[in-house]
Nanobody
Framework: QVHLVESGGGSVQAGGSLRLSCAAS????????MAWFRQAPGNEREGVAA???????AYAESVKGRFTISKDNAKNTITLEMTDLKPEDTAMYYC????????????????????WGQGTQVTVSS
């Protein structure tokens, strides 16, 4: 059984930084993709950053240059470094994963993933 546990959310002022981490248990090897999605009240779920089996990351346009995703295959963890945070980054952030290769243009699509964490709240005040 797969478990995804997020940590690192919190509140920060605009321009600040936060680091989110996600530990995945139940996966073996490195043939899986992981990503971060977010959802703000009243908004659709949005893919933020993803990293596939080739470890090449994908980012939403809104976070390019500000967010960095990294993956540690040995520890089955991913990290999202978020800098220059903006109020519009406020949302519940979810760690997601799937034990398969995902085509690069589908890495930020929610339906590409089968396992979801409980989420961690990020709040950015102006």
């Amino acid at each position: 059984q797969v478990h995804l546990v997020e940590s690192g959310g919190g509140s920060v002022q605009a321009g600040g930084s936060l680091r989110l981490s996600c530990a995945a248990s139940g996966y073996t090897g490195d043939s899986y993709c992981m990503a971060w999605f977010r959802q703000a009240p009243g908004n659709e779920r949005e893919g933020v950053a993803a990293i596939g089996t080739t470890d090449r990351p994908a980012y939403a346009e809104s976070v390019k240059g500000r967010f960095t995703i990294s993956k540690d295959n040995a520890k089955n963890t991913i990290t999202l470094e978020m800098t220059d945070l903006k109020p519009e980054d406020t949302a519940m952030y979810y760690c997601v994963a799937t034990p398969a290769w995902i085509r690069s243009d589908l890495l930020l699509r929610a339906t590409s993933y089968i396992d979801w964490g409980q989420g961690t709240q990020v709040t950015v005040s102006s």
